[in-house]
């Protein structure tokens, strides 16, 4: 049975940085390319970001690209998404996701965890 487990969530104001992490069982993690999606209030999934199996690619919203970074620790069946210069529009539940490829696309994840809150005040 596949988990992904995310922790790391907070109430910041802007500005702020946190830190997510999400622990993976039940799968081969290093034959998977990890991602994080966000969904805030009201709107669709939002592709964030996503690191290959090797981490050699990486992809990101433009929204956070230069403020996310996404990285994974293969030994530790974790993958990371540090967030820095938080913005109120970055408000949202973060799940962490499975996938087969790296794609952008949050239909084409094949496993997500509960996720876990962020909440950036102005």
């Known amino acids: 049975q596949v988990q992904l487990i995310e922790s790391g969530g907070g109430l910041v104001q802007a500005g702020d940085s946190l830190r997510l992490t999400c622990a993976a069982s039940?799968?081969?993690?290093?034959?998977?390319?990890m991602a994080w999606v966000r969904q805030a209030p009201g709107k669709e999934r939002e592709f964030v970001a996503i690191?290959?199996?090797?981490?050699?690619?990486?992809y990101y919203a433009d929204s956070v690209k230069a403020r996310f970074i996404i990285s994974r620790d293969n030994a530790k069946n974790s993958v990371y998404l540090q967030m820095n210069n938080l913005k109120p529009e970055d408000t949202a539940l973060y799940y962490c996701?499975?996938?087969?490829?790296?794609?952008?696309?949050?239909?084409?994840?094949?496993?997500w965890g509960q996720g876990t809150q962020v909440t950036v005040s102005s």
């Open positions: 996701a499975a996938s087969a490829a790296v794609v952008l696309d949050p239909h084409q994840m094949r496993a």
């Open positions: 039940g799968l081969t993690f290093s034959n998977y390319a």
């Open positions: 690191v290959s199996f090797s981490s050699l690619t990486k």
